[in-house]
T-cell receptor
Framework: EDQVTQSPEALRLQEGESSSLNCSYTVSGLRGLFWYRQDPGKGPEFLFTLYSAGEEKEKERLKATLTKKESFLHITAPKPEDSATYLCAVQAGDYKLSFGAGTTVTVRA | DVKVTQSSRYLVKRTGEKVFLECVQDMDHENMFWYRQDPGLGLRLIYFSYDVKMKEKGDIPEGYSVSREKKERFSLILESASTNQTSMYLC?????????FGPGTRLLVL
């Protein structure tokens, strides 16, 4: 059974204070690893897909990296608008996703 | 832009009622999914569909059914709503690997 563990559960940052979120996974035959952002009361918004170890992707202040056992989402010089819950998910042999519980990031001005 | 819409943002229903949640996507995606999201439990897959009139059970299908009569529309049905089905319901569609989510329906069953 696929397992996805995200840490920490919650992260409080000062504006401009860079940090990283972790997503550890156990899956048989990784097809892709996905990062989503979710604002309160809304649906998840797609951020990145990573397919193989060593791959990196960037979008504004966010950078996602992938190894064979985990993925990191780095937030560089965060702003208050980066406050959200960040979800990690893995996909194995079919199109189903297995999600982690998420990391809630709060950025204070 | 991918557009996934859900028929209601908020719903309040009584125990025992039949509840329909509708999801529509406008990108001609083959695959559609229904999840529920609960605090501490994350997103859990209820049902999914890879084609019209086709459906597959996800991880928690009990108490739910689905219908996909047209490619763009995927309906989730609660045959007899119960209080433990109070949750946030999320629909997603995908052309291949990446899933795109709708805004969600927050359902309260009294």
């Amino acid at each position: 059974e696929d397992q996805v563990t995200q840490s920490p559960e919650a992260l409080r940052l000062q504006e401009g204070e860079s940090s990283s979120l972790n997503c550890s996974y156990t899956v048989s035959g990784l097809r892709g690893l996905f990062w989503y952002r979710q604002d309160p009361g809304k649906g998840p918004e797609f951020l990145f897909t990573l397919y193989s170890a060593g791959e990196e992707k960037e979008k504004e202040r966010l950078k996602a990296t992938l190894t064979k056992k985990e993925s990191f989402l780095h937030i560089t010089a965060p702003k208050p608008e980066d406050s959200a819950t960040y979800l990690c998910a893995v996909q194995a042999g079919d199109y189903k996703l297995s999600f982690g519980a998420g990391t809630t990031v709060t950025v204070r001005a | 832009d991918v557009k996934v819409t859900q028929s209601s943002r908020y719903l309040v229903k009584r125990t025992g009622e039949k509840v329909f949640l509708e999801c529509v996507q406008d990108m001609d995606h083959e695959n559609m999914f229904w999840y529920r999201q609960d605090p501490g439990l994350g997103l859990r897959l209820i049902y999914f569909s890879y084609d019209v009139k086709m459906k597959e059970k996800g991880d928690i299908p009990e108490g739910y059914s689905v219908s996909r009569e047209k490619k763009e529309r995927f309906s989730l049905i609660l045959e007899s709503a119960s209080t433990n089905q109070t949750s946030m319901y999320l629909c997603a569609s995908s052309p291949h690997e990446t899933q795109y989510f709708g805004p969600g329906t927050r359902l309260l069953v009294l």
